[in-house]
């Protein structure tokens, strides 16, 4: 049985997703929970990490939820309602109607201070008198006050990407409980949902997904160009040292302009792969033109590039 196995999943030409650059966006660790979190002015992933260690180190801050144990869960639910008319065989494209949508985050807590009370039992008060802090719950619910207008999930990914779930209006449905144990740490598990702000808010959910990448700017490396042996031909040449997993690819643009590609962009099929050696077919129409040549990670995002007149074989 162990042989069978190995050949099933060691087999040659196996289909498979795996890629090198599939390992850079995995999402790693658990991740914090903020409240009310203005990440409006935040515009790349450096400035956002940058932001939250300030807010874990200040200690006390109310935006921070705290620690938590075994992650948590971000889950959308929908509604979908295919109507039923005469003459229709199967569904089809279009046929298809969003009644509902649920978002919210979901897990547990481990810091059982009064700010997390208050949130977890949603229509909660907290009153402080000296060194003395008191929790009650009221029974109705305060739309100005019992709601968290904004309660934001960061994480993680493994290529420096950070990504940020943001519930608006967020309330926790969840029946409130504190488990203790002997020889263990007290827990609160949560479940917040997601609310619009009004009961005529149908064109989008409450929510937001946000990806930020990282604050760089794209490499420059020297290309050269020279005539290649063969008419349509052209040599291309760069002093750049690829790492593992990167290679190049290039893109021919006319006498002037350059193609252009961002940083951490990710080429799409109008650009070719370049094995960095040997010459290149661009035909005789094209000497004279302008060309990128771009470094690709492991990720398949752009990080260096440069651009070449390009000298071509013409006769």
């Not at 295919?82 to 229709?88: L, R, S």
């Not at 997601?194 to 005529?200: K, P, S």
């Not at 064109?203 to 290309?223: I, R, W, Y």
Request: proline fraction near 3%.
């Amino acid at each position: 049985m162990l042989k069978l196995e190995l050949q099933r999943f060691g087999a040659p030409g196996l289909t498979s997703p795996i890629r090198t650059e599939a390992f850079q966006n995995l999402q790693l660790n658990a991740g914090i929970f903020l409240e009310d979190y203005d990440y409006s002015a935040i515009t790349d992933a450096t400035a956002l990490k940058a932001a939250l260690a300030a807010i874990v180190s200040a200690g006390g801050n109310t935006k921070l939820l705290g620690v938590t144990r075994g992650g948590g869960t971000f889950t959308v639910t929908r509604e979908i309602r295919t109507p039923e008319v005469d003459g229709m065989r199967y569904p089809f494209k279009g046929a298809d109607f969003v009644d509902s949508i649920e978002a919210y985050l979901s897990g547990t807590l481990l810091e059982v201070v009064p700010d997390n009370f208050k949130r977890l039992l949603g229509t909660g008060d907290s009153t402080a008198d000296g060194k003395k802090t008191t929790i009650t719950m009221h029974t109705a619910v305060d739309p100005d006050n019992d709601y968290i207008s904004s309660l934001c999930w960061i994480g993680d990914l493994a290529d420096g990407r950070v990504v940020l779930i943001d519930l608006k209006n967020a309330f926790n449905t969840a029946d409130f409980s504190l488990t203790f144990t002997d020889k263990g740490e007290g827990t609160m598990t949560f479940e917040f949902h997601a609310r619009q702000d009004e009961v005529l808010d149908y064109d989008e959910a409450p929510f937001k997904v946000v990806f930020f990448e990282p604050d760089s700017n794209m490499g420059d490396m020297t290309v050269t160009s020279t005539a290649g042996t063969n008419v349509g031909y052209t040599a291309l040449a760069t002093t750049n040292s690829l790492s593992a997993g990167e290679h190049y690819v290039y893109k021919v643009g006319n006498a002037s302009a350059a193609p252009s590609i961002g940083y951490r962009e990710q080429p799409d099929y109008t650009w070719t792969e370049w094995d960095g050696t040997n010459q290149i077919n661009v035909g005789v129409s094209a000497n004279g033109y302008k060309a990128t040549v771009a470094v690709v990670n492991s990720g398949g995002r752009a990080i260096k590039s440069g651009t070449v007149t390009l000298a071509v074989k013409t006769a």
